[in-house]
């Protein structure tokens, strides 16, 4: 099977999650990557073997190289000017000190796509600052409209903004190498996680925007679809997702309150906004009567969008998680096999997948000083000289 980015050379010079997640969005689909890491990093096993790095650094070979020695850089440029991707998540000072910016080394090749990825931008009074997840969804206004009313901001539960931005750094990427096959030319992609968790606020942004509304906490509530929300049942709790005139009659028909659908609190959308809680309150006296399951069933019967809330352990007990096949198997030399989440897009034609775990540290650096043109008297000097 041919891979659909399997012509890409990719060069990864990243770390934490954030970098990693953009170049696995690549790895997946097909590219070759060149993982470059310090020798300390042979040093760490400990941490290769765990959950998280297996998760984000699978697909991908590893070739240990010390960037602060002139013999390193040179090894790096000789990637380069063969690659089509290099990505980077330095702090701007770093990079131009080590002399692997954009500009240096475009200059070695022009079609270079290089992407970066940082806490606050590449420029602007913060872009020296090192950035964190937390403290991005702080200052993006993410935790200002996450948790309960009146209870102080709350983080959400992902590293949403590390996340986000490496998928959309990836976005970037593809575009730019589109862009190529037309001018020929590369050129200097990046991000951070401030624009990313900024524009994750959606449409709670343009509320500010366009209305010059601060929006506030809703906790388990859709800020605007009402009624959106969890309602409590007899052996637990349940979404339902009913906004609309149409699907809130449909939910009153299935949970048996067809009184509440002229009752004059609730009988338009901005009685409904306006009288939230007492509706909540209403709807749940009925959720309380049966079990999750039937809800679930019977809601989705009558057209009204309901689901379980689950633990992750149930997610990957759920049929339809497993239908879809979203954790998959791969071998690891020491661990054995392990369990890894799979592509989260399917390509009908030519599917990305999980080929390989994480590699060890420096595990394929002889193979791809080799491919470099370098001989074994050479590797084994830049061995003794620690370059490698």
């Known amino acids: 099977m041919t891979l659909p980015l399997a012509d890409y050379v990719v060069i990864d010079l ?21 993982k470059v890491e310090t020798r300390h990093d042979a040093d760490a096993d400990f941490a290769r073997h765990g959950f998280d790095f297996q998760n984000v650094q699978r697909n991908k070979r590893s070739l240990t190289l010390d960037l602060k020695k002139p013999e390193g850089v040179a090894i790096l440029t000789k990637l380069v000017a063969r690659a089509d991707v290099l990505i980077e998540n330095y702090r701007p000072d770093v990079k131009k000190r080590l002399g692997i910016d954009y500009e240096a080394l475009s200059a070695i090749n022009p079609r270079l796509v290089y992407a970066s990825i940082s806490g606050f931008g590449q420029s602007g009074p913060y872009r020296d600052r090192p950035g964190y997840d937390q403290i991005a ?10 948790g309960l ?8 539960g992902i590293p949403i903004a590390d996340l986000t931005a490496g998928i959309f750094l990836a976005q970037g990427i593809l575009v730019a190498l589109l862009e190529r096959a037309k001018s020929g030319r590369g050129q200097w992609v990046h991000t951070s996680l401030l624009e990313a968790m900024v524009t994750m606020l959606d449409f709670q942004a343009t509320r500010w925007l366009m209305g010059g509304e601060i ?43 067809e009184h509440l659908i002229e009752d004059p609190r609730f009988v338009t959308i901005a009685e409904r906004s306006k009288n939230r809680l007492e509706l909540n309150r209403e709807l749940e006296k009925a959720t309380l009567t049966r079990p999750s399951a039937e809800w679930v069933d019977r809601l989705n019967a009558a057209g009204v969008p309901s689901g379980p809330i689950l633990n992750v352990k149930e997610v990957f007990e759920n049929e339809q998680v497993r239908h879809l096949g979203l954790a998959v198997p791969v071998k690891h ?31 394929h650096t002889d ?15 830049l061995r003794t000289d620690e370059v490698v």
């Open 14 to 34: 990243t770390r934490a999650r954030s970098g990693p997640t953009a170049v696995r969005q690549l790895a997946d689909m097909g590219a070759r990557v060149v």
């Open 367 to 381: 193979e791809i000083l080799a491919e470099l043109g370098y001989g074994g008297a050479a590797i084994e000097r």
């Open 149 to 156: 009313p009146g209870q102080g901001p709350v983080r959400v």
């Open 333 to 363: 030399p020491a661990l054995g096999e392990i369990q890894l989440q799979r592509v989260a897009v399917t390509l009908s034609r030519t599917p990305g997948a999980v080929r390989t775990s994480a590699p060890d540290a420096g595990e």
């Open 215 to 257: 929006p506030p906490q809703a906790g388990n509530d859709h800020p605007t679809g009402i009624p959106t929300g969890v309602f409590k049942t007899k052996d637990g709790h349940i979404n339902i997702a009913a906004s609309g005139q149409q699907m809130y009659r449909r939910l009153c028909s299935a949970l048996g309150v």
């Open 137 to 146: 969804q702080g200052m993006g206004g993410l935790m200002s409209v996450t």
